[in-house]
């Protein structure tokens, strides 16, 4: 060994008798019990499995938005924070009636769209492989991979018994993170309203808070007051949340001045203030933000913020109270990431939105519907709703009608439960108290202003 080796292992030596003295008696411990096992247990094991194993077990013992992704996960969470995965660009669900998989849309310029695939086209076969009984995350799996490769499909053309070979090359995909109130025949949605009385309301659900989720739904306004809408009703159920930073550009987007959102950590202390910029873009647009027990985290500030500032009404049901923020930890490229709970949000009224294990229902967490408000619907009730709105997402109209008809003959529901807009209770409290607001602006002098568009 040369004498230059010598000192830089002496170094490296050093330094690990000074991490492993500093460790505590219980990182010793786990330390210790690994060597343990590795050395005494029957079979040769491996060692990042049993650390990746330990992680697991750390983590659990937290809550339970905290957790462990190796490294093989990692790829998937980016994909899921980022809304982009090479794949085709289709949206598929299984036929309730013949099992079968079918394209409910493909999104608007994707490759499958180009390729000539269009909703309630089936999906026989991925690479030569049948697909039926399969679960839709498999052949998801299946349909993606690196952009630039292609990806054999057999499909059968709705309407007709033809099977179609295709080769479809792979591109990165951007998923928009905003639905509107139903699918055009291209796969692009429509956020104008179904409403006789009203047909200028503007409608957008957002899925989850994105990278682009805020500049997205910017521009997407912007567009909507050119075709003129004179409302806005934002629909954040079954919304779990995302990123901070989109949330609270969106606040800001409604909201004049004040405080946005702040965290705390451990303790209580104020880690962060998010004050709103001054420079709201649609501080006077009429606007109702519809919630129920599923919209969390994220979307549980941006309902909150605008509540407390008296910018919307809040309409359905009380929230599901994730107030926790998480951040992910990078463990290298060996271990992959921890995501971990570091502080909780607190809305603009200094409430907590976190929702407390074993907190009731008298306790002020989430964020509840304004007085008079309050909307339920659950049990059945909520699943029809959402057999409902995801018939009505369907790019197809002869496509929902069969499968309309399917549920009916299996009990599951029928056609007039499966109806929207008109079938969704939350939604018509929504229309009602905005078509009532925007009546009586009409009937103001001209130049008044409404009296929901108010800051604080």
């Known amino acids: 060994m040369t004498p230059a080796n010598i000192k830089v292992s002496s170094l490296l030596l050093l330094v690990c008798l000074c991490c492993y003295f500093r460790a505590s008696p219980e990182e010793q411990i786990l330390k210790f019990a690994i060597g343990q096992i590795r050395l005494r247990y029957v079979h040769e094991v491996n060692t990042a499995e049993l650390v990746g194993g330990a992680l697991e077990g750390c983590v659990a013992r937290l809550d339970r938005y905290c957790q462990y992704y190796d490294r093989e996960s990692v790829a998937q969470l980016n994909e899921e924070i980022d809304r982009q995965f090479a794949g085709i660009g289709v949206e598929i669900q299984i036929d309730p009636e013949t099992k079968e998989l079918v394209v409910t849309s493909p999104l608007p310029d994707s490759p499958a769209y180009k390729a000539g695939i269009r909703a309630g086209d089936c999906i026989i076969a991925v690479e030569g492989q049948e697909v039926q009984g399969m679960a839709i995350e498999q052949v998801s799996r299946f349909m993606r991979g690196k952009p630039g490769s292609t990806v054999r499909l057999r499909i059968r053309p709705f309407g007709t018994s033809e099977l179609r070979e295709l080769a479809v090359t792979r591109q990165m995909i951007k998923v928009s993170t905003l639905l509107g109130d139903r699918r055009r025949p291209d796969g692009s949605w429509e956020y104008l309203l179904e409403h006789p009385e009203r047909p ?105 913020c605008l509540q407390d500032y008296g910018r919307a009404v809040v309409v359905g049901q009380r929230t599901f109270g994730k107030g926790t923020v998480q951040e992910l930890i990078s463990l290298g490229s060996r271990y992959g990431v921890l995501k971990v709970t570091t502080a909780t949000y607190w809305r603009p009224s200094n409430r907590d939105i976190n929702r407390p294990p074993g907190a009731g229902e008298d306790l002020p967490w989430g964020v509840q519907p304004d007085a008079g408000f309050e909307v339920k619907v659950e049990g059945e009730a909520l699943a029809r709703l959402n057999r409902a709105r995801a018939l009505r997402d369907l790019a197809n109209a002869q496509l929902a009608l069969r499968w309309r008809a399917a549920l009916a003959r299996s009990g599951e529901g029928s056609v007039k439960e499966e109806m929207l807009p008109a079938g969704d209770p939350q939604l018509a409290k929504a229309v009602e108290y905005l078509t009532k607001l925007l009546n009586e602006g009409d009937n103001m002098a001209e130049g008044s202003q409404l009296p929901l568009a108010r800051n604080n």
């Open 200 to 304: 200028k309301l503007g409608y957008v659900r957002i899925a989850s808070f994105a990278p682009d989720t805020a500049q997205e739904l910017d521009s997407l306004i912007g567009r909507l007051l050119g075709e003129g809408i004179e409302g806005l009703i934002l629909d954040l159920r079954n919304d779990p949340g995302g990123l901070l930073g989109p949330a609270v550009a969106i606040c800001d987007l409604f909201v004049s001045s004040g405080t946005i959102v702040t965290t705390r950590g451990r303790g209580g202390v104020i880690r962060s203030v998010f004050p709103a910029s001054g420079n709201a873009k649609y501080p006077n647009l009429p606007l109702v933000v519809v919630v129920n027990q599923e919209t969390a985290s994220a979307a549980e500030i941006v309902a909150a």
